[in-house]
């Protein structure tokens, strides 16, 4: 008979902070985004990044470089996707959108990953993702639409909403590109060197767009989104990942559209309404209908 595993108390902190970091992350995107652009934050936050990662990953870098040229193609494209577009769009959706709607928004995450995953990996899903994903659609449309679907044939009053979802998408291929590929590298070091191909990335977009100056109001947000949603919380995250396993672990990111909005109600005050709420818990019953397996596959890992 085996014993049962106690999971330590601070092993359940963990995913919490990672998740209130980038909950706040969140929030500090709306609030900045009316002093300084998308493209400039982007680049900033990852600069910071690197440059601090720079120190302790470059020489691993060089001691796995035979690997690294196996996987420069994969690793250009995860930065494009992970670090580029998904963050570059989310910063563009701040300017229209509340930050409330960006926490809601981005809970979508694993519904995309399931379509996605049945695009790319030929992964089909069951009927409990099929109705989940179905539940948790109807419930972003009802977020999008303020509680009323007509108002989605509006035009221009839901450009932000809009984005956001297609910064969610593309995250969603992120996350699946990850799990086809596996890469053959030290995880800190294929982040490392994501971040790099991500600053190459920004080059023609500053070249064409311009960088706006660090000031007094934009510095400290720029520094908080360099350090701490870009590398401590990934830290935090895959040590969590470590103790309590995966699944266990993206349980906790149902929870960032509430601390997200509890974040926004305290410092931006914004409001939560009730198609807040219904709409958030259509998004977040589908996301769990959707994680649930079939009992034929449970069965057949019994």
């Known amino acids: 008979m085996q014993q049962?595993?106690?999971?330590?108390?601070?092993?359940?902190?963990?995913?919490?902070?990672?998740?209130?970091?980038?909950?706040?992350?969140?929030?500090?995107?709306?609030?900045?985004?009316?002093?300084?652009?998308?493209?400039?934050?982007?680049?900033?936050?990852?600069?910071?990044?690197?440059?601090?990662?720079?120190?302790?990953?470059?020489?691993?870098?060089?001691?796995?470089?035979?690997?690294?040229?196996?996987?420069?193609?994969?690793?250009?494209?995860?930065?494009?996707?992970?670090?580029?577009?998904?963050?570059?769009?989310?910063?563009?959706?701040?300017?229209?959108?509340?930050?409330?709607?960006?926490?809601?928004?981005?809970?979508?995450?694993?519904?995309?990953?399931?379509?996605?995953?049945?695009?790319?990996?030929?992964?089909?899903?069951?009927?409990?993702?099929?109705?989940?994903?179905?539940?948790?659609?109807?419930?972003?449309?009802?977020?999008?639409?303020?509680?009323?679907?007509?108002?989605?044939?509006?035009?221009?009053?839901?450009?932000?909403?809009?984005?956001?979802?297609?910064?969610?998408?593309?995250?969603?291929?992120?996350?699946?590109?990850?799990?086809?590929?596996?890469?053959n590298l030290p995880l800190m070091v294929s982040v490392y060197l994501q971040i790099a191909f991500a600053l190459l990335f920004h080059l023609p977009f500053i070249a064409y767009l311009g960088l706006d100056a660090l000031n007094s109001k934009n510095v400290l947000s720029v520094v908080y989104a360099g350090v701490f949603p870009s590398l401590f919380a990934p830290i935090l995250w895959m040590l969590a990942v470590q103790h309590l396993g995966p699944n266990r672990t993206s349980i906790f990111m149902n929870l960032m559209p509430v601390f997200t909005a509890v974040i926004a109600l305290i410092w931006l005050h914004e409001q939560w309404t009730i198609y807040h709420t219904l709409g958030g818990v259509m998004i977040l019953l589908g996301i769990a209908l959707a994680q649930k397996k079939s009992v034929s596959k449970v069965l057949k890992q019994v």
């Open 4 to 183: 049962r595993q106690i999971t330590p108390w601070w092993a359940l902190v963990l995913p919490l902070l990672a998740v209130l970091i980038w909950s706040l992350n969140i929030v500090v995107t709306r609030y900045v985004s009316d002093f300084i652009s998308p493209v400039s934050i982007s680049f900033y936050r990852w600069m910071i990044a690197f440059v601090l990662l720079t120190p302790f990953m470059l020489h691993r870098a060089w001691q796995v470089r035979a690997q690294v040229r196996q996987h420069l193609g994969q690793l250009a494209i995860l930065g494009a996707f992970g670090m580029v577009l998904y963050q570059g769009i989310a910063y563009t959706a701040s300017h229209y959108t509340s930050a409330t709607n960006m926490g809601i928004i981005n809970a979508f995450i694993p519904v995309f990953t399931i379509f996605v995953s049945m695009l790319l990996l030929r992964d089909i899903p069951n009927r409990f993702a099929l109705i989940g994903s179905a539940l948790s659609f109807f419930g972003l449309l009802y977020v999008i639409g303020q509680g009323d679907f007509s108002a989605l044939l509006t035009s221009g009053h839901h450009f932000g909403d809009a984005l956001m979802v297609v910064a969610v998408f593309l995250y969603a291929f992120y996350g699946v590109f990850l799990k086809k590929w596996r890469l």
